[in-house]
Nanobody
Framework: VQLQASGGGLVQPGGSLRLSCVAS????????VGWFRQAPGKEREGVSC????????YYTDSVKGRFGIARDNDKNTAYLQLNSLRPEDTGVYYC?????????????????????WGQGTLVTVSS
């Protein structure tokens, strides 16, 4: 069972990146997926998540209108599109997943309860 995050890199302010999170060893369609980030010297924070039941999405306030989360269940993959990047978006981005109950719509914005974690991909926003 594994989650593999990729797509990070060095980008100038205002630039874009697309992060990918590929699941192996389990069927991602039954799992909510979250993206978290940890900036240097700061605690990990929830950035976005997407429900497995009806695709309900959550974004933390600082990324609303700039980031977009999506999933392709046929590819067992989730994505996080990062647009209009700012220096304060710099950090290691992690994807995570947990099995969601059928009656649940909202995904968890906090990191407690996520079962599987990827290894992280570094995003650096700098001129």
């Amino acid at each position: 069972v594994q989650l593999q995050a990729s797509g990070g890199g060095l980008v100038q302010p205002g630039g874009s990146l697309r992060l990918s999170c590929v699941a192996s060893g389990f069927t991602l369609r039954y799992y909510a997926v979250g993206w978290f980030r940890q900036a240097p010297g700061k605690e990990r924070e929830g950035v976005s998540c997407i429900s497995s039941t009806d695709g309900t999405k959550y974004y933390t306030d600082s990324v609303k209108g700039r980031f977009g989360i999506a999933r392709d269940n046929d590819k067992n993959t989730a994505y996080l599109q990062l647009n209009s990047l700012r220096p304060e978006d710099t950090g290691v981005y992690y994807c995570a997943a947990y099995r969601q109950k059928l009656y649940e719509r909202r995904c968890m914005s906090g990191d407690e309860g996520y079962e599987y974690w990827g290894q992280g991909t570094l995003v650096t926003v700098s001129s």
